[in-house]
């Protein structure tokens, strides 16, 4: 109940019945801490008691950035008058001391929030995203055990994070466990939409798809180096025991020789390899403009 009443004054400090008594206060020396919207309104106002509740809900949402002071014009017109409103409902919106933005009348929803979403500023990074973000650095300098360890303490905070599920895939992946990577890539949704997610799982479609062996393939193109079948073999043995640069040039030979081989199946399976090792990755990036090279030139 303590918990509760103290989470009820917080939201409700969020939200104060102004006054030109205290404009100075609740509205110059506040908005140097934080932005404060204000908003002029009168009881007979009806676009006012539209957008009055609408302000009150957009400010809870928000959480804490920004207060709502409200000013009933009529019982305190100095500020009012200050500011040149002439008509109602008027916002203004202050940070440091200064008017900075503002609207007349009644707004949308969309339109309150966008307008304090601008004041509020980009949202500061939680502890998970900064978990995150050091598995991702991690896993970018080859630090398998650093990248595990961070996206394994995501996945405590956040044991739905798809961003955290994929990373751990990904480290069992590069690893060789392709079980373990498929055991934790199963946490998530079958039908989660994430582009890390849906990268692991596709080098996890590769790894089940690959042959086991690829010194057959190799002795064959060592004969033939037009042998295309040989290639594409080899490329998936590689990418599915996650050599997907390796993977990819291969591929990316076949269509320097015959673009259209086997209706373009080399070419299918390379932007499985850009999906597999990640959009951003250099295996898809280097592959991608070799791939234009070849098909423009």
């Known amino acids: 109940m303590l918990g509760e009443a103290t989470q009820n004054g917080a939201a409700n400090d969020l939200i104060k019945e102004g006054s030109d008594a205290a404009f100075m206060a609740d509205v110059i020396e506040a908005s140097k801490i934080q932005p404060v919207i204000v908003d002029f309104w009168a009881t007979w106002c009806g676009p006012c008691r539209q957008l009055t509740p609408a302000l009150e809900k957009a400010v809870r949402e928000a959480k804490g950035a920004v207060k709502l002071v409200k000013i009933d014009v009529d019982k305190n017109p100095a500020f009012a008058g200050q500011l040149r409103v002439q008509s109602i409902p008027t916002v203004y919106a202050f940070v440091d001391g200064q008017p900075v933005d503002g609207f007349m009348g009644a707004q949308p929803d969309s339109q309150i929030k966008a307008f304090i979403d601008r004041l509020a500023g980009p949202p500061a990074p939680s502890d998970l995203d900064a978990v995150l973000a050091m598995g991702k650095e991690s896993m970018d300098l080859g630090d398998l ?74 002795q064959r193109l060592a004969r033939d180096a037009d042998d295309h079948e040989a290639r594409f073999e080899l490329a998936s043995a590689l990418a599915g025991h996650g050599a997907m640069a390796e993977a990819a040039d291969h591929l990316l030979a076949i269509v320097a020789r015959d673009r259209d081989w086997n209706d373009g199946a080399a070419r299918k399976q390379l932007l499985t390899i850009f999906e597999a090792a990640g959009p951003t990755s250099e295996v898809a990036k280097t592959g991608r403009r070799k791939l234009s090279s070849i098909l423009f030139s």
């Open 145 to 218: 055990g650093g990248a595990a360890q961070a996206y394994a303490q995501a996945l405590q905070m956040d044991p739905a994070n798809l961003k955290a599920i994929a990373g751990l895939a990904r480290c069992y992946l590069a690893g060789g466990d392709v079980d373990q990577a498929r055991q934790i890539a199963g946490m998530a949704p079958a039908d989660a939409k994430d582009a890390d997610l849906e990268g692991v799982r596709a080098a996890l479609k590769l790894a089940d798809e690959a042959p086991s062996e690829t010194a057959a393939f190799e």
